[in-house]
């Protein structure tokens, strides 16, 4: 009987929600890179997909929104840094999730939080295809992630809370919501390393806005309050590993890797004041004679940015950035003289006689470490004398500006 009732009403349902979207284009949304982080080291990675708390509407930026809220309230549970990227696109079901994370290395995030149902609940999609869907759409997630990757399911929220479906079929879309959060947490039980996370009794916005940042750090707390303690599961489990998970082989990963340096297309382009500027920033904080924005590209190391370095380039064989790039975090040589890795290198024992390193590699948007924002200085420096947070913050800055194309301003 529920199946015909669906089946009636689901073409008033689509046309309702058709002529209630039109109401979405007066609402602010973020409009800034879709990506947040909070400050600290050893950085959780978490991947946002989907549409509804997703999209951010209400807010300005991606910070006031789901994104920043969810990297604040996990920072504050683990004392670690949080990086969060966001794929959202406002009409996005679990039919269509999929294609949207085809660009995207996945086995680089530590979660994935998946906010999808609202455009299904207010046309009445399908019960059996949302089952269908979102079953395939996990089970590829976990596939295509890392073995400790845990992907977080955020329950629909209820549908008469969003303004512009609170009435009357609103109250339908409501009754269909609570249908697919009952089949969404069956599926999550069945589906290795997914986590159904209820979105439930968030704070009215206020009569004069659309949603709040209140509401979305309800939102975040309830997803960081379930995702904190997998992400100290796994993170206790890797460090017991004896040998960590190869994924792919050596020449698969640096072929995804030059890849996305080629698509970036920022290789032999002219000096950038914005780059410029983040290098000086760096030699001036760290107190060092030299800084740069690296990016590796095939047997060498281009320099984007360089103070105090006279060669735009030098061989990959010498380089201490294509080091830097083999791992997610920083990497620090108190003193090149006593690391046996360099202390024969040209770049040691002749100009720029590098004694003292640290570098954080710079990822692509999607994902692959492309190169390094560095800073070095002939004078050697003690173990544990680097501001790694800082570094961090630095080498960030420089990922939000590859967003934009060569030349932007």
Not at 20 to 28: G, K, S
Not at 199 to 217: E, I, Q, T
Request: proline share 7%.
């Amino acid at each position: 009987m529920h199946e015909l009732i669906r089946r009636s009403l689901a073409p008033t349902m689509r046309a309702w929600a058709t002529a209630a979207e039109r109401e979405f284009t007066n609402i602010p949304m973020p409009t800034d890179a879709p990506q947040a982080h909070s400050a600290g080291v050893d950085a959780d990675r978490i991947l946002i997909v989907g549409s509804g708390p997703a999209v951010g509407r209400g807010v300005m930026s991606h910070d006031l929104a789901l994104p920043g809220a969810l990297a604040r309230a996990v920072s504050a549970r683990t004392g670690r840094g949080v990086d969060v990227d966001v794929v959202a696109r406002s009409r996005m079901t679990a039919v269509t999730a999929l294609a949207e994370l085809d660009d995207l290395r996945l086995t680089r995030f530590d979660a994935i939080v998946v906010t999808l149902g609202v455009n299904e609940s207010v046309t009445l999609a399908s019960e059996r295809v949302w089952r269908l869907e979102l079953s395939r759409l996990l089970r590829q997630l976990v596939q295509r992630s890392s073995g400790s990757t845990r992907v977080f399911v955020a329950g629909i929220q209820p549908i008469r809370s969003i303004p512009i479906f609170d009435s009357s079929l609103g109250d339908l879309a409501d009754g269909h919501a609570r249908r697919l959060n009952l089949a969404t947490a069956a599926i999550c039980a069945d589906v290795p390393h997914a986590n159904f996370v209820p979105l439930d009794g968030a704070p009215l916005p206020g009569a004069d806005r659309y949603r709040s940042p209140g509401v979305y750090s309800h939102w975040a707390g309830l997803l960081a309050a379930s995702m904190v303690p997998a992400l100290e599961t796994e993170r206790f489990a890797s460090a017991q590993e004896v040998a960590p998970l190869v994924l792919k082989d050596a020449a698969t990963r640096e072929a995804m890797r030059q890849n996305a340096v080629d698509r970036l297309g920022i290789v032999d382009t002219a000096p950038e004041e914005r780059y410029d500027r983040i290098a000086d920033l760096a030699r001036i904080m760290f107190g060092t004679r030299s800084a740069a924005v690296t990016v590796i590209d095939l047997d060498r190391q281009w320099h984007k940015a360089r103070i105090s370095l006279d060669p735009d380039e030098v061989a990959r064989s010498t380089s201490f950035c294509t080091v830097t790039i083999q791992g997610p975090e920083p990497m620090v040589v108190a003193d090149a003289l006593l690391d046996d890795r360099f202390r024969e290198s040209p770049l040691v024992v002749g100009e720029p006689h590098i004694r003292f390193y640290a570098g954080f590699p710079i990822e692509s948007p999607s994902g692959e470490r492309i190169g390094a924002l560095c800073v070095f200085d002939p004078e050697p420096r003690r173990d544990g004398a680097v501001d790694l947070v800082l570094l961090r913050e630095l080498a960030l800055m420089v990922q939000r500006e590859l967003r934009h194309p060569p030349g932007h301003v």
